[in-house]
């Protein structure tokens, strides 16, 4: 497994900008992916972004389409979430996560979160 280690939330006003990053060490060599997740309060966790690894294919929720944008640098072991025109829904915990090869379609690496709070 590899550790995972979010910052860069906080509170913003409508229509401004953050970006998130998430570090992650360990076995890299295994990860096929690594997505950013929300959860509202008194919502279920929802699916934003996700990037593999290796290619840097990328694929976001419509809710985010045209506004967030994620990326990575390898070199670093960082991915980022670059997140503009940020409405007042989009407020919530913002955590990273990694999927390896072995399941793809399960990521079972967890940031601890990070807060978006944005204000209207």
């Known amino acids: 497994q590899v550790q995972l280690v979010e910052s860069g939330g906080g509170l913003v006003r409508a229509g401004g900008s953050l970006r998130l990053s998430c570090t992650v060490s360990g076995r890299t060599s295994n990860i096929y992916a690594m997505g950013w997740f929300r959860q509202a309060p008194g919502k279920e966790r929802e699916f934003v972004a996700k990037?593999?690894?290796?290619?840097?294919?990328?694929y976001y929720a419509d809710s985010v389409k045209g506004r967030f944008t994620i990326s990575r640098d390898n070199a670093k072991n960082t991915v980022y979430l670059q997140m503009n025109s940020l409405k007042p829904e989009d407020t919530a915990i913002y955590a990273c996560?990694?999927?390896?090869?072995?399941?793809?379609?399960?990521?079972?690496?967890w940031g601890q979160g990070t807060q978006v709070t944005v204000s209207s």
């Open positions: 990037i593999t690894w290796s290619s840097g294919r990328t």
């Open positions: 996560a990694a999927a390896r090869y072995t399941s793809p379609q399960e990521y079972d690496s």
